[in-house]
């Protein structure tokens, strides 16, 4: 299977600061990389639809400019948590599909990020 | 919604025995996804099943998918302790995947 890391694995930041978490398509180009956010002992939500080179598809209900995502490469997708506040702390979590295998998503570790 | 609804939420058996969870939906579907996540880590894909497929067996896993009942049902046989993680299972509709609630299941040593 594919290989996604991220980073950072975990972050704590002070309300109304922006922070960048990372995710990594390691041994394959990844032309689409989907964002998602977990509260704890939830389930995971669909944000964004990120694609390269071109810009994200946010799903109902997540704004765009808290949190934005660029995809620069085949590689890299990054999301931008812009002036963070406590209830953005959540673990949040990188897929991809691998390859032609167009409906197998695969995951990165996730990050979690705690807003004090 | 989309998502896919799971029961048990939680379910806690004795290692060896098997475990059932089930997942019920509301749309139409190309395949439905298991996946595993052990506490604040990331997900792992268990087992696919494509919306024209019955039965699926993985291992230890078996899964049945019932599209006129729109539901799921992941078995896992001969549980282990290392089983001890949340299970999700994960719709896939229009290029996108849509999780359930989870079961978290507990297996005791």
């Known amino acids: 299977g594919a290989v996604v890391s991220q980073h950072p694995s975990w972050v704590i930041c002070k309300s109304g600061t922006s922070v960048k978490i990372e995710c990594r398509s390691l041994?394959?180009?990844?032309?689409?990389m989907f964002w998602y956010r977990q509260f704890p002992k939830q389930s995971l939500m669909l944000m964004a639809t990120?694609?390269?080179?071109?810009?994200?598809?946010?799903e109902q209900g997540v704004e765009k400019d808290k949190f934005l995502i660029n995809h620069a490469s085949l590689t890299l997708s990054t999301l931008t948590v812009t002036s963070a506040h406590p209830e953005d702390s959540s673990f949040y979590i990188c897929?991809?599909?691998?390859?032609?295998?167009?409906?197998?998503?695969?995951f990165g570790p996730g990050t979690r990020l705690t807003v004090l | 919604s989309q998502q896919g609804e799971e029961d048990p939420q939680a379910l806690s058996i004795q290692e060896g025995e098997n475990a059932t969870m089930n997942c019920s939906y509301k749309?139409?579907?190309?395949?439905l996804q298991w996946y595993r996540q052990n506490s604040g880590r990331g997900l792992v894909h268990l087992i696919l099943?494509?919306?024209?497929?019955r039965e699926k067996h993985s291992g230890r896993l078996r899964v049945t998918l019932d599209t006129s009942k729109k539901s799921s049902s992941l078995l896992i046989t001969a549980s282990r302790a290392a089983d001890t993680a949340s299970y999700f299972c994960?719709?896939?509709?229009?290029?996108?995947?849509?999780f359930g609630s989870g079961t978290k299941l507990n297996v005791k040593p």
């Open positions: 749309t139409s579907i190309n395949n």
């Open positions: 994960a719709v896939y509709n229009f290029n996108k995947f849509y």
């Open positions: 990120s694609n390269e080179g071109s810009k994200a598809t946010y």
């Open positions: 897929s991809t599909r691998w390859g032609g295998a167009t409906d197998t998503q695969y």
């Open positions: 099943i494509r919306s024209n497929e």
């Open positions: 041994d394959f180009q990844a032309t689409t």
